[in-house]
């Protein structure tokens, strides 16, 4: 994230692309994520900020382009080696469902802070747990699938500050909520490893009534299987 001035890390995050289990099948827009990323390490991040971010904010510069906001670096990662494939100026989904709820300071706090150019004197906090998103989708997805197929029992799905849904593909229509897209409902947990966390998520996912939905169970499957 920066202010024009400066800039400040603002979390790593891992996705799926793949509609399939084990990497396997369409590439889609992301069937859920993990944060922090398991490539992350101090060497990594140090090769990241100077052969990627720090160039790319001092040819802004050059050019005289102020930029404000968030620089999300899509990146590769070979032999502890980044690559990057794309820049976008906003923050990726659903990486960011997974980054946003480890967030110890306030959100409006920081973004203050860059319009107002102070930055520098803001302190950014995280909480040590580990999240897992998982995305459910609409079937068909992400070739054909049908919309406005009503949603049961999210009512009865109670979150708190480890638990979270985030609506993607959804509409309301009178009393009913229903489906509006092929990824629909962000499933988000955060826990103190990656395992509970995902079990968590799935367990959220099925409190709900809705036939017409998948979602990928082995959402960060390498993490879970090297670290735990």
Not at 39 to 64: G, H, Q, S, V, Y
Not at 101 to 107: E, G, H, I, M, N
Request: hydrophobic share 35%; aromatic share 10%.
């Amino acid at each position: 994230i920066s202010d024009g001035k400066d800039y400040k890390k603002f979390g790593t995050a891992q996705d799926h692309k793949r509609i399939l289990e084990g990497d396997k099948g369409l590439n889609t827009g992301g069937m859920g994520a993990y944060s922090p990323s398991r490539l992350e390490n101090e060497d990594l991040d140090k090769k990241i900020l100077e052969k990627i971010i720090e160039p790319t904010l001092r040819a802004l510069k050059e050019m005289n382009s102020s930029f404000k906001g968030f620089l999300y670096a899509g990146l590769m990662i070979i032999e502890n080696e980044p690559y990057l494939i794309e820049y976008n100026v906003r923050m990726g989904d659903p990486e960011c469902q997974t980054i946003l709820p480890r967030l110890k300071t306030d959100f409006f706090e920081i973004i203050k802070a860059v319009i107002d150019q102070k930055l520098n004197n803001q302190k950014i906090e995280w909480h040590e747990d580990k999240s897992v998103s998982v995305v459910l989708c609409s079937k068909g997805y992400p070739e054909k699938y049908e919309n406005n197929i009503e949603i049961k029992n999210l009512d009865k799905i109670k979150i708190d500050n480890n638990n979270f849904i985030f609506h993607a593909g959804t509409k309301k229509e009178g009393k009913k909520i229903v489906s509006n897209g092929g990824r629909v409902l962000n499933f988000v947990s955060r826990s103190k490893n990656f395992k509970d966390a995902r079990k968590q998520a799935i367990n959220l996912i099925k409190l709900l009534d809705w036939d017409n939905g998948f979602y990928r169970k082995d959402i960060g499957y390498k993490v879970i299987d090297e670290w735990e």
